[in-house]
């Protein structure tokens, strides 16, 4: 994968061990596994179909194989860029990473 650190909303990916293309819906997603909150780097729904369920894949950095399609950059994704190693830091929950969550 070409190194990336920050993705859009709207950027489409393939993971690690994935058959489908997921269409990155959310950041820091925070969700809740056998009574505990944590977080992902991303959260995103399947493609060719989009939410048309409940079903959400959640994934970090690492688990990127390939970007396919890079979503769209404002002024506004730029300046959560600038600030992204602080929002990180507020966050009260664990991250979790993909290997514990299965």
């Known amino acids: 994968m070409a190194e990336r650190n920050h993705l859009p909303i709207g950027t489409v990916v393939k993971v690690k061990d994935g ?3 997921l ?3 959310s950041l820091f997603p925070i969700i809740e596994r056998n009574g505990e909150k944590g977080y992902f780097d991303f959260g995103a729904t399947l493609l060719p179909l989009g939410a048309v369920s409940q079903e959400q ?3 970090n950095k690492e688990d990127i194989e390939e970007i396919i399609f890079m979503g769209y950059v404002d002024i506004y994704f730029q300046q959560l860029i600038e600030n992204y190693d602080d929002l ?3 966050i ?3 991250r979790f990473a993909i290997k514990n969550y299965q």
Do not use: D, L, R
Request: net charge neutral; no cysteine; glycine share 0%.
């Open 19 to 21: 058959n489908q293309n």
């Open 23 to 25: 269409m990155i819906t």
């Open 57 to 59: 894949a959640f994934f």
């Open 88 to 90: 990180v830091s507020k």
């Open 92 to 94: 009260e929950y664990p």
